[in-house]
């Protein structure tokens, strides 16, 4: 017996040693969730209470900014209501039900993760070494580039995924790193309001609701008061780029005439729970008014449920533009609309518009874009096209456009959330199809990745189609140059590059969680190794130039989306499925995910 306990008691003391002598875990540490790991069980166990211990967590302070953004004297002031809803108190479950016994992390699929996590390990170990603080790495030059107005976009981009792969001294080194970002100076005079908003603001508020660093928060709130004064306009709607040193003298900033949707409808999820995490409800009430303009025009356009790719915050005119698509411009306006639901529920009416504006523009989408495209074994797939409205006699007539790319390869994910959010199996089921239609894409090209922009032979009738080979190739004929080395169905590659896009991969994650389908997981797979053949540098990973040709040329690109978001659901595919479960987060449009309050 004494002897037992003799040894468990230096077995204790060797792991505390272990313990106080590193400081933090080491990067082989667990997450708080079960992964398979090298540490033995009694060792997990300790840690996890180490980890679960408030003392444990390292004494960062954010150092405050060279100009302190809640001190500018708004011209314009936003007005403060209406109020933030309360928590939602009961949301469908989003989740296929895994259970503890049917979902087992197999050999298969731990090897996947390592892997995965392996790419993503090679990339960072280069930002660090080349490119630290910086906004991004160039991947074959090993240079760095600051393109978002320097405030270290790839270290703060990639937090949350430093913390889900359990790589705990990473993330705390960077928390460190991040606590001393200036937001007070910027390395350009303008600051891109949507690219702050979804990869810096969006990126502290994730690492702050898996880690609850108060640094982050503080930095966090930072930033979110920067793009506060973005509103300090004289119609209280956001301007696309902030003029920054103007911004801080407080006399009003010029909204501009014309710009893409996406960029005043991509701010609702942060905002919103940027107001959650600090109780202000002033960021809530924002941007609240700009979804209600979009809110109020919904069914006034020339296609009635959607907006057009262009519109005016000065004119407050969502309704004049002929143009649509869910792919790129728009893409996350539409994105936030379910998921502005899933974060803040229905029960106020300041929220109740997101369900209705989410399910309008989801039929109306479904009936007027989404297209069968007829491929040789007949799949019954999904693309989403465009459609332009143009007047014909007199009467609006839409026209579907069977152009795609990769950017609009996120509403497979999103109509298969949608589905779950508001129980319905037809938005499930197209959501299935169209993520399945990104994976045909991925598979059709000799590179086994799709291009960032293409157009497809349209079916005739989406329930009875059959491969035409006369159709084929008279096509063949009229586009000879586009044409020659595609893909049988495919009409052209008008823009053949990949450039580390997450869109597909993101809806191949959200439909394995939300079907627990094999087949997502395989395809995931086949992505992953295609991707990382293609894209790997000596230092990282970069952009191709032509996915229609084996062996193309790599481009010295490498966005911060790559650790972010792109890797970032490759992991999860292979991870445990409660690692950020969809029944306890919502993901930003840059896969940060925000916790969903419960009542
Ligand atoms: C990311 O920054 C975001 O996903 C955005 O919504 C669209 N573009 C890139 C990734 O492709």
Known sequence: MARILRTRTIAFCAVLIVLLYHFLPSENAPSLLPQADTVSRAGTQILAQYMNNANAIPHIVATKSSFLWNTVKFT????????????????????????????????????????????????????KKHAW?????????????????????????????LWMMGMRRDFYEAVAAVATIDFGKSTSGSVNMFETCIRYLGGLIAAYDLSGHEALKAKAVEV??????????????????????????????????TVVSASPGTITLEFSRLSQITGDSKYYAAVSHVMDTFSENQNKTKLPGMWPMHVSM?????????????????????????????????????????????????????????????????????????????????????RLDPESEHLSCFIGGLFALGGRLFENEAYLQTGAKLA???????????????????NMMLCPDIKNCKWDEEQWVSERAKRKEWVEHLPKGFTTAK???????????????????????????????????????????????????????????????????????????????FADPELISLDEFVLNTEAHPFRLPKA
């Open 133 to 161: 603080m910086k906004d991004a790495l160039k991947p074959l030059s090993g240079q760095y580039v600051d393109q978002f107005s320097g405030w270290a976009a790839t270290l703060v981009d990639s937090l949350d995924t």
């Open 314 to 398: 000065r004119r407050k005119d969502v309704v004049s533009g002929y143009q649509f698509t869910i792919g790129g411009n728009a893409d996350s306006m539409y994105e936030y609309l379910p998921k502005a639901h899933a974060l803040l529920g229905s029960a106020s009416p300041s929220s109740a518009k997101y369900a209705i504006m989410s399910r309008t523009f989801m039929d109306t989408s479904m009936n007027n874009l989404f297209f069968r495209p007829m491929v040789p074994g007949n799949e019954d797939i999904l693309i989403s096209g465009n459609c332009d409205v143009i007047d014909y006699e007199g009467t609006p007539t839409p």
């Open 436 to 454: 399945r239609g990104c994976i045909y894409a991925y598979k059709s090209f000799p590179t086994g990745i799709m291009p960032e922009r293409y």
């Open 495 to 573: 823009d053949p590059r990949y450039i580390l896009r997450p869109e597909a991969i993101e809806s191949v994650f959200v439909l394995w969680r939300i079907t627990g389908r094999d087949e997502f997981r395989e395809a995931a797979w086949d992505m992953f190794q295609a991707v990382a053949n293609a894209t790997d540098t000596p230092f990282a990973n970069a952009a191709v130039s032509d996915v229609t040709v084996v062996g193309s040329q790599q481009q010295d690109y490498m966005e911060s989306f790559w650790m972010a978001e792109t890797l970032k659901y490759f992991y999860l595919v």
């Open 224 to 257: 979110g008061d920067l793009l506060y004064a973005g509103f300090n306009t004289e119609n209280r709607m956001p301007v696309d780029f902030i003029a920054f040193e103007d911004a801080k003298a407080g006399g009003g900033l010029y909204v501009e005439d």
């Open 76 to 127: 314009y002031p936003p007005e403060l209501t209406p109020k933030l809803p309360p928590p939602v108190s009961n949301r469908p479950r989003i989740q296929h039900d895994f259970g503890r016994e049917s979902y087992s992390v197999t050999a298969v699929q731990e090897r996947r993760r390592e892997e995965v996590k392996r790419v993503f390990e090679k990339s960072w170990a280069s930002y």
